[in-house]
C-alpha cells in the first residue's frame, strides 16, 4: 500500500464521517422542530406556508388600500 492510498482512506473516512454528524444533526433539528411524525411534519410545512401567504396578501391588500386613500386625498 502506497502513502497516498492511505491518506485517501483517512480523508474518505473523514468525509463520511461529516456527512453522518451533519445529516443526523439535520433529522435531529427536524424531529425537534416537527416531532417525530412525517405525516405530522408535511402538514405543518403546507400550513405555514398557506398562513405566510395570507399574511402576504393582507399586507399586499393593506399597501393598496392605504396608496388609495393617500392618492384620494391628496387629489381633494
Not at 491518506?7 to 456527512?19: F, G, R, V
Request: with cysteine; hydrophobic share 45%.
Amino acid at each position: 500500500m502506497s502513502k497516498g492510498e492511505g491518506t485517501n482512506m483517512a480523508s474518505d473516512y473523514d468525509n463520511q464521517l461529516i456527512e453522518s454528524v451533519t445529516v443526523r444533526r439535520h433529522r435531529l433539528l427536524a424531529a425537534f422542530l416537527f416531532g417525530d411524525n412525517p405525516h405530522e411534519r408535511r402538514w405543518m410545512d403546507s400550513n405555514r406556508l398557506f398562513f405566510l401567504s395570507i399574511a402576504a396578501a393582507a399586507v399586499i391588500a393593506a399597501l393598496c388600500v392605504g396608496y388609495s386613500f393617500v392618492s384620494h386625498l391628496l387629489e381633494a
